[in-house]
């Protein structure tokens, strides 16, 4: 059973910083691509970044340039730097694992992410 368990929400002010992680138990990760999505109040979940099992990331356009995805193979973990925040990066914030062989998607219960003066 794959588990997913994010922390590092919370309140940030406009121009500052969050680092949220996740940490990921249960199977082979080093196949699974892992990613960070979010979905806004009112709005549809999306993509923010990914970290692909080869190492390729992605990012939205949104976030290119301000937001940095990691992840350490070794500790399973997946990390998203958050630089330069915005109010409309408020959002639950989710870990996604993908396995890259059959396509089975994972999700952590998510963190929310307030942007706000």
């Known amino acids: 059973q794959v588990q997913l368990v994010e922390s590092g929400g919370g309140l940030v002010q406009p121009g500052g910083s969050l680092r949220l992680s996740c940490a990921a138990s249960?199977?082979?990760?080093?196949?699974?691509?892992m990613g960070w999505y979010r979905q806004a109040p009112g709005k549809q979940r999306e993509l923010a970044a990914v970290?692909?099992?080869?190492?390729?990331?992605n990012y939205a356009d949104s976030v290119k340039g301000r937001f940095t995805i990691s992840r350490d193979k070794a500790k399973n973990t997946v990390d998203l730097q958050m630089n330069s925040v915005k109010p409309e990066d408020t959002a639950v914030y989710y870990c996604?694992?993908?396995?890259?062989?059959?396509?089975?998607?994972?999700w952590g219960k998510g963190t929310l992410v307030t942007v706000s003066s």
């Open positions: 996604n694992a993908k396995n890259s062989l059959s396509g089975m998607n994972y």
């Open positions: 249960g199977s082979i990760f080093s196949i699974y691509h």
């Open positions: 970290v692909t099992s080869g190492g390729t990331t």
